[in-house]
Nanobody, 118 residues
């Protein structure tokens, strides 16, 4: 299953971007949907996640600025990023955990680059 992420780009400090991610095919039993990011020279880190019950988790570094949302019917997950800072610069990856029969799978998007700079 492929995930298609979109919405990255260049933004000024203090600006906003909205990332979106959609699955290429119908998935059953979608569990957690999430966004990760990886800055140059750093490990990939979890930015935000939303469970099948719509419980959200947001990393402390983006709390109060980023909001994750999901549309289970459309199989999409979005990340609204406000009050952006240069340290938010990274490649952002969407992730969907889903299950089929007794197996759980992780699908990843190709990554979308976000640059916060003046």
């Amino acid at each position: 299953v492929q995930l298609q992420a979109s919405g990255g780009g260049l933004v000024l400090p203090g600006g906003s971007l909205r990332l979106s991610c959609a699955a290429s095919k119908t998935l059953f039993n979608i569990k957690t949907m999430a966004w990760y990011r990886q800055a140059p020279g750093k490990q990939r880190e979890l930015v935000a996640s939303v469970s099948s019950g719509s419980t959200t988790h947001v990393a402390d570094s983006v709390k109060g600025r980023f909001t994750i949302s999901r549309d289970s019917a459309k199989q999409t997950v979005s990340l609204q990023m406000n009050s952006m800072k240069p340290e938010d610069t990274a490649v952002y990856f969407c992730n969907i955990q889903w299950s089929l029969l007794l197996n759980t799978y992780d699908s990843w998007g190709q990554g979308t680059k976000v640059t916060v700079s003046s």
